[in-house]
C-alpha cells in the first residue's frame, strides 16, 4: 500500500507507507514505497487520482505500464485507475547490493495526447531471511597442550536482508571449555572468534561438538545453525595399565605347542604411537619358565612353546611390563601364575541295557521304551556325566533317573503315525570335565499304526451333471477318499448306500467301482421319464474295527432334443391326409384350421414353431408359425380351385432341430348346413382322474356315447328338414371322438378355444368342440404329479353371422411308452 502526497493535499494508505508525487507540464514524478513479498493483486496506489486523471482516460488513451531495466512487477486496472501487484517482489533479487534503498523505476504512459508519468517504486526490506553460515560443520584440531585463553577464527554468518534485519549477535552452545567473542567491522558487519576457557583432556575428552547460532534483529528475529567440530590431540601424560595387577590361569598337561595360555591386554588412554604398546619379561620371570612359555611382544599372547608336566610342575609365575612407544616411554607391569591342571583324557559311556524297537501309536503316556546306564573312568567333575536326550523339546520322550547311573526312556505326550513314524533318538553324554567330553548314542522307534483315521473325501457334496441317452457302463466320475492310515487300514472298499427310487434300488441305476471309486451308469437315461438322483456312497476301510465316511452325490440328468414333435391336431390317421371343408363365402381372417405339435423334450428343445412346407396357392393363406393358425388372406374368387392343399412342417429349437409334418386338403362349398339349428347345447366339463388307466377306459366310452348321441341328432334333423342336397356321412373313426365330419360341408365357424397341457413324460389327448353357444366339453386324464406343463390357448374367432354351423372337432393321441 502507498500514500500519495501533493502540494494541495494528504491522502493515508494501509500499513502507513509514504507515497510523494510530484509532476509538472511535460513530466511527472510519483515516489511510492512498498514492502517486499506483498500478494499477487495487492493494492499500491490508485493512479488515477493521484495523477489527476479520469478513470475513463486511461481506457481511452490506452494507459500501459513501461518499466525500465527490471521486470514487470505491475500493472494497471485500466477500469478503477488503481496500481496493482502482478506479481511478488523478492527485495533480494533486485537490489543485490545491499544497501538499504532498492526501487523500482516505470513509465506510465497515456497516448492522444501523449504524457509520460515517471514512477519510482522503493521496495522496503522485511525480514524474509534467515542467517546462513557459509560453511555449516567447521572442524578445528586443538592439542591438550594448549593454553587457556587461546582465540581461533570461526566463519561469519550471512543474512541477505539489511538493516535491522541483518545479523544482530551470535550464540555458542553451553561448554565449559569454549566461549566466543563477538567484534563489528567498520561495514557494522559482525565477526566472532572462539576463545579457549580451560585445560583440554583427550583421555576425558576427546571430540567437542558445538553450536554457533547467528541471529538477526528482525521481527520476530530470525536464525541459522553451524556445528563446530572441536578434535583433541594427544600428548603421552598416561602409563600403560593392566586390567589387572596379578592374572591365575590354568593349563592342562600336555598341552600341544603353540596352545594359548592367556592373551595379555593393556590398554594406554592416549593414542597413535603413545598408545603403541611391547609386551616382555622382566629379570623376575625364571629362565625355565620363558623355555616354556613364549610372549608375543606385539599382541601379549602367551603360548605352550615346551613340554607341561603335571607330575614335574604344578604351576608357573610371570613377571610381564608394558611399554608404549612415546617419546617419553612409559611402562606398566603385572604377574601370571600358570595353574597346572590334569587332562580330562577319558570319554563317558552310555550303555543301553533295553530296548523296544517298535511300538503300538495308541501306547498310554508313560510307556517304557528303554533303559539306560552312563558311566566315566574319570575322577572328580571329569567323572561327572549328565545324560540328556538331543532335540528333546520336539520328541514325545522323556528320560527319568531310576537310580544311580540308571535312566528310564518314557513317553510323554500321545504318539501319531500319520504324523511322525519313525523316530532315530540320540542320547548325548557329557561328563563336567575342562573341556568336556561327550559321547552320543542312536536307537530307532518304529510306530506301528492303528485304524484311528476314517477316510475322508475332498468334498462332502458331488454334483455330477450327464446327458441323456448315455452309454450304459459310462464312467461319471471318480471319487476318491483318503486314509492316512497304512497297510489294511488304509485299504479302502466303496459301495452305494441303498436308496429305492420307485421300487428300483439305486445299484440297478448306477456302479461303483469298490478298489479305486469310479462311478458309472448302469442304464442309458430319460430326461423325460428321470430328473434328477440324489444317494449316498460310502468309503470303508479294512480296519479292525473299520472306519468309514461317506459323501452325497447328486446326479442331474441333462436333456437332449431326442424326441420329434407329434401333431396331436387336426387329428389324422397314420399317414392320411386331413380334410377341412369351408363355405366360399369365407372371409379375410377366417381361422380354417389349427395345428397343434407336442414335444416331450424340455425348455428349447421343446419350443415348437410351424412353417409352410408347401401350399397349392400361397396368397390365400397364412400361417402362424408360433401357434399354428392357418387363415384366410383374402376371399375366394371364382378362379379359385375348389380344392387347396397345404404341407405344413412343425419343428422344435433343438439342436440338431427335429420335425413332424401334417398335411392339410382344404374344400370349399358353395352352401353351409346350419348345424346349430339343430345341436343342443353341450355344457363343459372337466374331469380329472387319478389313474391313466381308468381314465382311457372311461374316456373311450364317453366318446362312443357322444359318437352315439351325435349320429342320432343328425337322423332327426334329416328327418325333420331335409335338405336340398344331402352330403354322405363317412363312419366313425374307432380311434376318435367325433371326426372330421364331412356332413357338415360348409363352415363359417370359429374354431373354439383349446388348450393344450404337455408334460415331460406324457401327453394326453384334448378333446374340443364348439357348440351353438360356444361351449366346450373337455375330458381330460390324470396328470402326472411333479411334471412339467406348457400351455397355450386358440383365441376365438368371431364368425360372419350368427346363422353360421358349427362343427366338432377330436383331439386324441395315439399310444405312447409309459414310465414305471
Known sequence: MAVFTAPSRTRSAVAGLAFVALWGFALSISRYSIPEEMEEGSFVANLATDLGLDVRSLVQRKAKLDVINSKNYLDINKETGELLIREKIDRESICITKTTSCFLKMDVILESPIRIFNIELEIMDINDNAPLFRRKTMHLDISEATPSGERFSLTNAVDADVGANSIKTYYLSESRYFNIDIQTGSDGSKYVDLVLGGRLDREEHAVHNLILTAVDGGVPPRSGTASIIINVLDINDNAPLFSQPVFAVNVSENSAAGTVVMTLNASDLDEGSNAQLTYSYTLYTSEKTQEIFSLD??????????????????????????????????????????????????????????????????????????????????????????????????????????????????TSKPLDREVIGKYDITFSVTDKGSPPLSENETITLEILDVNDNAPAFAQSFYTIHVVENNLPGALLTSLSAFDPDLNENQYLVYFIMEKEIVNTSMSMLFSINPENGDLYALKTFDFEREREFLFHIEARDSGVPPLSSNVTVHIIILDQNDNTPVIVSPWRAQGSVVEEVIPRSTEKGHLV???????????????????????????????????????????????????????????????????????????????????????????????????????????????????????????????????????????????????????????????????????????????????????????????PKGAGYFVSSIPRSIGPSETTDSRASTLEQGPRRELP
Open 297 to 410: 611382544p606385539n599382541t601379549g599372547e602367551i603360548k605352550v612353546k615346551g613340554v607341561i608336566d603335571y607330575e614335574e610342575s604344578q604351576s608357573f609365575e610371570m613377571h610381564i611390563q608394558a611399554q608404549d612407544r612415546g617419546s617419553n616411554p612409559l611402562s606398566g607391569h603385572c604377574k601370571v601364575t600358570v595353574f597346572v591342571t590334569d587332562l580330562n583324557d577319558n570319554y563317558p559311556e552310555v550303555t543301553i541295557k533295553s530296548v523296544k524297537s517298535a511300538l503300538s501309536e495308541d501306547v498310554a503316556v508313560g510307556t517304557l521304551i528303554a533303559v539306560i546306564t552312563v558311566s566315566d573312568r574319570d575322577s572328580g567333575a571329569n567323572g561327572e556325566v549328565k545324560l540328556s536326550l538331543h532335540q528333546q523339546e520336539t520328541l514325545p520322550f522323556v528320560l527319568s533317573p531310576s537310580s544311580e547311573g540308571y535312566f528310564e526312556l518314557l
Open 593 to 783: 384350421a389349427k395345428v397343434i405339435a407336442i414335444d416331450a423334450d424340455s425348455e428349447q428343445n421343446a419350443r415348437v414353431t410351424y412353417q409352410l412346407l408347401q401350399i397349392s396357392d400361397s396368397t390365400l393363406f397364412s400361417l402362424d408359425q408360433y401357434n399354428g393358425e392357418i387363415r384366410t388372406t383374402r376371399m375366394f374368387s371364382y378362379r379359385d380351385p375348389r380344392q387347396q392343399r397345404l404341407v405344413i412342417v412343425a419343428k422344435d429349437n433343438g439342436e440338431p432341430a427335429l420335425s413332424a409334418t401334417v398335411t392339410v386338403k382344404i374344400s370349399t362349398v358353395e352352401h353351409v348346413m346350419s348345424f346349430s339349428e339343430f345341436t343342443t347345447e353341450l355344457p363343459l366339463e372337466y374331469d380329472v382322474f387319478t389313474d391313466l388307466n381308468l381314465y382311457l377306459v372311461i374316456g373311450l366310452g364317453a366318446v362312443s356315447f357322444l359318437l352315439l348321441i351325435t349320429i342320432l341328432v343328425i337322423i332327426v334333423l334329416k328327418c325333420q328338414k331335409p335338405k336340398p342336397k344331402a352330403l354322405k356321412m363317412p363312419p366313425a373313426n374307432r380311434n376318435s371322438v367325433i371326426s372330421r365330419n364331412s356332413v357338415i360341408s360348409q363352415r363359417s365357424s370359429t374354431i373354439a378355444d383349446s388348450t393344450l397341457i404337455s408334460s415331460d413324460a406324457y401327453w394326453y389327448s384334448l378333446f374340443l368342440a364348439e357348440t351353438r353357444k360356444g361351449k366346450v366339453v373337455v375330458r381330460q386324464p390324470i396328470i
